[in-house]
């Protein structure tokens, strides 16, 4: 079965500082992997996918993520965070669609305070 | 394109009510998701259509939720009698599948449920 673990529940960094968040996968096959990210009384928006080809993936709003097969992660970097871009941030795996074999396994989330 | 429209966006009920939830998924999406996100278990799949017809329902709670799925772009997640543990927000995703496309899914808003 596949899962997902985003080790840290919460996280503060200060505006103009650098992110990163964590995210370890278990799958059987490669993976299709997302960062979603959900505002406060909103639902989730795709901030990027990984599918195959270049492991650096670029996404919207200035995010990155990195597969890694060697260390079943995708972690989530920003170089410069801005205070809009607090929220929960999900990582997901999902598989190939296959019929039955269509659903994606969310991570618990993590949630960005951005400090000014 | 409206995006996944859910409806309504709040719902207070007393316990032992009938609540019914309901969305309607981008138009032209083959697949349509069920989620529930409390904070003590995060984000869960409870079912989810392909073509309307229920393909894994496994993450239904018990049977006092039930779920259908009656055209293309109508679903209904029902809950009877509700109980004050069902408090939860309830989101709907829909997604397409395509040969070159990741599952790419995309969220409604969700519904705030609270059962009292």
């Known amino acids: 079965a596949q899962s997902v673990t985003q080790p840290d529940i919460h996280i503060t960094v200060s505006e103009g500082a650098s992110l990163e968040l964590r995210c370890n996968y278990s799958?059987?096959?490669?993976?299709?992997l997302f960062w979603y990210v959900q505002s406060p009384g909103q639902g989730l928006q795709l901030l990027l996918k990984y599918f195959s080809g270049d492991t650096l993936v670029q996404g919207i709003k200035g995010f990155e993520a990195e597969f890694k097969r060697s260390q079943s992660s995708f972690n989530l970097r920003k170089p410069s965070v801005h205070w809009s871009d607090a929220a929960e941030y999900f990582c997901?795996?999902?598989?190939?669609?296959?019929?039955?074999?269509?659903?994606?396994?969310f991570g618990t989330g993590t949630r960005l305070q951005v400090t000014l | 394109d409206a995006g996944v429209i859910q409806s309504p966006r709040h719902e207070v009920t007393e316990m032992g009510q009938e609540v019914t939830l309901r969305c309607k998924p981008i138009s032209g999406h083959d697949y349509l998701f069920w989620y529930r996100q409390t904070m003590m278990r995060g984000l869960e799949l409870l079912i989810y259509?392909?073509?309307?017809?229920?393909?894994?329902d496994s993450g239904m709670p018990e049977d006092r939720f039930s779920a259908k799925m009656p055209n293309a772009s109508f679903s209904t997640l029902k809950i009877q009698p509700s109980e004050p543990r069902d408090s939860a927000v309830y989101f709907c995703a829909s997604s397409q599948e395509r040969a070159s496309s990741y599952n790419e899914q995309f969220f409604g808003p969700g519904t705030r449920l609270t059962v009292l």
């Open positions: 799958y059987g096959a490669t993976p299709y």
């Open positions: 997901a795996v999902g598989a190939r669609f296959t019929g039955t074999a269509s659903k994606l396994t």
């Open positions: 259509f392909n073509n309307n017809v229920p393909i894994d």
